[in-house]
Each structure stands twice: as structure tokens, then as C-alpha cells.
């Protein structure tokens, strides 16, 4: 009887079918104590991995049931096509054949998609190199790429995937992607509005029937995701209006037979518009009531409106925030007459119990230093939750202007009912900016032109500017670096050293020529979260080389001080900063004011600098923007204000539509600017949407007015040498290699003597 158990052997084929977990009477074996177990057919997987899925040991009784609940086990894995199990004498032996191994993924005929993006995709659905092939998942693969496609239009796309072995038990995957042609919107149609009309509620749209713009924004392309962006678009639009029982009934995507075109139908009812009559509070406000009421936006008397309860819910849940509170919760329940289509609210609130900051985690940084986001943050690890620090937190991320997206993400600590987690998401932004350039002229031969600029070098946080130009009339090299966290406290640092050799602009070829060549260093120290003063000192060094055709106004300069002046400046300054965003502002305020002293050196003078920015938001798509600046120099120890210390006006940053740098007064002899040591200037810009660019931020339409001018004596409003006036519109796209901002001004005040030059450009700042 011993002999056939040691001749009887059990087998199994699919793990899936039920039946083959079931022992066959025929093929039962007696339990028996195992002396051995040996695993046959292993390539890659750990010996390790099939003991450790065994229930039975050696040295324990082997059963049936034993048996079917490791052939189950090692199934389960995922890593065999077939598990058998054999017995020889008081061995039991584990067959196994494992699953070939995926060694390469490749894709062919994708132009919509980058393969990382792709390889991404396939990775979160189970296939990628090294893990084993399963023709299930080249199904769910398939299926998966598809999905891709069709989230951007491309309704006709085709997946072939080919299956290649090679050596090893391991094979190469290839799918072969026909992505047909993009299905766009052909048509939206909204029924069952009476109070606004369709054509007004589309432009609420991100989505529409297709632009001159398209091509950019894509609006034209159905995507699940922006529809229902739009639809709680459509449904804020109504409740803002007071419109409290506004519904979407159904929504209807049809695709045409050639998947094409498709059509989308939105089916709404807007009922009855309401108003508000009055609002309470409920529940346990930490005895502050009446600090809670002054947050309250909702306004009775008026037209119900969803954003200014929502604005009141959150302002209240974050001013819970500020005394620890992360887990308050605000509702406004609604009491509602629909006799009278009147509506009272209670705000019931619960502020939970305080809670503290476990851990603080940095997502999507693949560039910039943790360090770099983390110093400004304000909210710290295993402290108390505190709602202003973190929002003020945020902000200051945002305006490393190192990213494009800076969100918050608050989780509560599982097993816990006092931590929370923060996350904060970036979007990273290229902070970079390379020119390169060359040139050949008579005069100059070859010559090149070179310069990096760089934020966020390095992903440290520092800023790094590098200018070289081999030009014969303007040969110069310029570093600028600045450490914005100097010390560990945030003192920052900076350096400029620079070596220029040029020939000031003149339309009449002189030959002399001007030497200048110095550096500084400057620190900054923070006082408060939006206030820095800054304070440093230099040396410079001017060299008027005498030539043909030198100007009247360098002459004069050279006889009162000489051909050769040296200066130590020092520098005074103070800043603050509290706008919303460094990259696109929409609200806050920004404040600068810097002071030059010559107090060593041949020159002594004082120069004074001092500018205002104000963003307005006038909705959720238009801003105004507001700049005034504000420049005056003297010279000191009855010495003449230095010529080379001049402010200078015109052109982008100033008064659009003049020529950069050309206001104000001229040299006599060849009709340069030469600039004046008081200046004003100011600008208005209201900031829109660029047609047919729907809602991106990155691409705007601004229309302005810009008035300025600089001066040799003293402020002149009015008159020939007054201020000059501008208006125009421009375009600022924020675009790869930084700010690009385009404009084309009419002067509105002007003399005969002033350079127009109506079309402008730069990649830099704002205004």
C-alpha cells in the first residue's frame, strides 16, 4: 500500500476552475509527516517566495486539503502558468512552470502622447519591465491605452499588441497604436432655460464648438472631466443668482457613426430665484460670536447667492483654523419658504477638537529642492494646526515663482484623532532663460553673445545670471547671484560683478568709448512675513575713453569729475510683498524703496527709488493692475548730480509706444537721451482673457495706459517737456523661457521730437 503512495502523483492545470480544487477519491493520499519538500522549475522567483506560500512544513502532516490550499496560494501569486504537486515516498515536491517576464515595452505610431506618459499608464495597470506577462493584463493594457486616447478625443484609436519571446522565458511587448483622427465638438446645446439664454451660459463654457485658438487651447476636444468642470460652472453661475434649486436633469454625449464629431445636450431646470431672509448662528463658536459675525458675507434682503455662503463657510471653518481647530465643520442649512421663494440660513458649527501637524510632505519637487519649499513654510512639524500659517505658508511657495500650481492638502491621521498631514502639491515651472546669439558687422567682425539665467539653479533655490557679449562696441561680462537664505534665518545674499566696454547709442559712429567696471554685494533681512530690509555697499569704476564725436553732455561730465571716477555706494532698501502669486498676480500689493548713497569715491550723490504695484480683482477673469514709480536724485558736497546715475524712460516697463530709453532730455550735440535724475511713471492695465483662449492663465489680453516721463530740474507735468501718455493693448503669455509680454501703444500726448515706436516686446516682468 506504501508503494503507491510513493508512485501517486497529484496535478493540476487552471487554477480558475473549481473543480480542480476538488480531490478526486482516486487520487487521495493519506496524510503523512513531510521529511523534504524540493521545488523544481524556478528561473527567477525566490525559492524563498514558494516556501513562504506552503501551509505545511517539514517536519508537519501533509493533507489533501493542505495540498489544495497551496496549489491555490501559489496561483494566486500571479507568477506561474502551472503549479503541480508531487509525492515520493515522504518527499513532496512542488512543480512549478513560471509566467514569462516582460523585458521591454515599446510603442508605435504615438504622436499624441509621450511613451513615458504611456509606460506610466501601463505601469498602474500591472505591465512593465521585469514583472511577468499575463495575456489578461495585454487585454487590460489595451484597454488602458484606449482609455488614454479617448480622455483626449481620439475616439477611432486602434491598439495591436504583439507578443515577441525571446531567450530566458522573458518577451518583448509592442503595441501599435493607430490614433485616427481627433473627434471634435461639433455641437452644445442647452434646454430647458428661459431666465438667461444659451449663448450667454456657453461662454461660461471651458469647452465650445471650436476657435481660431483652438489649435492651442484644445476648448474643442470632449473630455468627461471638463464637462463636469463646466456644468459646476453653469450650476455657480445660477446659484449666485439666487437660483437655490437650480438642477442639471440629464446630460447626453452622443458620437457621430465615424467618431468625428460629437454633440453634447444639457437638460436644466432652473426653478424659482430666491431671497434671503435672514441668518443665525448655532452651535459652539469658543464664546467669539460676535468675531465670527464679522466674516459673514451673506446679506440679507438680497438675492440668494452660493458663492457668498461659501465664501462665509470657509472663512469661518478657517478662522476655526487659526486657533487649532483643523477638523471644524461649518454648514449653512438652508430654511426654505417656497411660498414666498424666501431663504433663512443657520450656520451650525462644530469645531471638533484641536489638532497638531504630524508631518509636512513636498509632491512633484522633481527639480527643486525639499529644503528650498520647506524653509517657507511657517506652519511646522508637531505643531498645533494653525489656519493662517498655513495659508501663509502657501503663498510664500507660490511666490518662489518656481512653479505653476501650489495646492494644500490636509489629511487626517488614521488611528487618530488629533494629527493631520499636510501635502503640498506643485506643478513645477522652467526657470531658465538661454540666449544665444552672433553677429557680423565691419566694425565688429564676429561676434557672439551669450547669456543664462537661471532662478532656481540647481534646484537650490539661489538665482544665477551669466551676460557675455564679444561685440567690439559693446563688449561686456556680467555675474549676478543671489542666495535668498544667506543664513538659516533667511538673510539673504547677493553678488554683481561686471566688466562692460561700450559706445553709447549715437546715430554718428564715434569712436570713444566707455568703461565700466565694478561689484556689490547686498543683503536682505526679513522683519516680517511680507517685509524685507536690505542694505549693502560697492565699488565702480568709470572710465570716459576721449574720442571722435563725444558727446557735449560726457564732456561736461569728464571736466567735472575727470575721465577716470570712482564710487562707493551705499545701499539702503526696504520691500513688501503680499501678492497672491510672483508669477500671475490677481490680488495684494507690492511695495519697494531703495536708496543709493555715493559717500566714498570722487562722486557723492543720493538716489532714491520708489515703487507701488496694486492688483484688484474685478471678477474671477479680469484683474486691474495698477503701478506708480517714483525716482529722484541729488548730487551732495555741491557736486553736480553724476550723469551716469540717470534714470531713464520709455519703451516696455515705462511709457509704451516711445522708444526704449528715449524720453527726456537730450545731448545737444548728437540728440541722445541721456536720461535726468527724476522720474515718474505710471501705468493701468486690465488683464482679460485671451479671445478664444477660454480660461488659461497663461495666456492673457491686457489693454492699458501708461503716462511718465524723466527730468533734468524738476517735476514738469504739462508742456513740452512734460509727461507723455500712452494707450494700447498686449498680450503676456507666460511662455517656456519666461514672461513674454507684447504691446502696441498710440501716444496720447507726444512732441515732434519724440522716437514712436508702437510694437514692443519682452521676456521678463510685469509692466
Known sequence: MQKQ???????????????????????AVDPFTVKDIRVEGLQRVEPGTVFASLPFRVGETYSDDKGSTAIRTLFGLGLFKDVRLEVNGDVLVVIVEERPTVADVEFVGTREFDKDVLKKALRDAGISDGQPFDKALADKAEQELKRQYINKSLYGVEVVTTVTPIERNRVNLTFTVSEGDVAKIKEIQITGNKVFSEPALLKLFDL????????????????????????????????ARGYLEFKVDSTQVAISPDKQSISI???VTEGERFTVSGIKLEGNYLGKEEEFKSLITIKPGQPYNAD??????????????????AFAKVEAVPEIDRTNNRVAFSLQAEPSHRAYVRRIN??????????????????????????????????????????????LETQEVAGTSDQVDLTLNVVEKPTGNLQLGAGYSSADNVSLMFGIKQENVFGSGNYLGIEVNTSTSNRQLVINTVDPYFTADGISRSIDVYDRTSTPLTGQGGDYKLKTRGASIRFGVPFTETDTVYFGTG???LTIVPGTLLPVSYQDYANTFGYTTNSIPLTLGWSRDNRDSALVPTTGRYQRLYADWGFGGDIRFLRTNYQIQQYIPLNKQFTLALNGELGWGKGLNGQAYPLFKNYYSGGLGSVRGFQQGSLGPRDSADDAAVGGPKKITLNAEVIAPFPGAGNDRTLRLYGFVDAGNVFKNRYVLNGPNGLRASTGIGISWISPVGPLRIAYAVP????????????QFQIGTSF
Do not use: M, P
Open 539 to 541: 565699488y565702480e569704476s
Open 208 to 239: 465650445d464648438t471650436g476657435t481660431w485658438l483652438s489649435w492651442y487651447t484644445k476648448s474643442d476636444r470632449y473630455a468627461r472631466a471638463k464637462l463636469n468642470a463646466d456644468i459646476e460652472t453653469l450650476r455657480a453661475y445660477y446659484l
Open 265 to 267: 445636450t444639457l437638460n
Open 308 to 325: 457668498q455662503v461659501a465664501e462665509t463657510t470657509k472663512a469661518i471653518t478657517e478662522y476655526f483654523g487659526s486657533f487649532g481647530f
Open 748 to 759: 496720447l500726448r507726444k512732441q515732434a521730437s519724440d522716437k514712436i515706436e508702437r510694437l
Open 362 to 407: 513636498v509632491a512633484g519637487n522633481n527639480r527643486t529642492r525639499d529644503e528650498v519649499v520647506r524653509r517657507e513654510f511657517r506652519q511646522l512639524e508637531s505643531s498645533w494646526y494653525d489656519g493662517d500659517k498655513i495659508r501663509l505658508s502657501r503663498d510664500r511657495v507660490d511666490r518662489l515663482g518656481f512653479f505653476n500650481e501650489v495646492a
Open 5 to 27: 503512495f510513493n508512485q501517486f502523483k497529484l496535478r493540476t492545470v487552471c487554477a480558475i476552475v473549481a473543480g480542480l480544487f476538488a480531490v478526486n477519491t482516486a487520487w
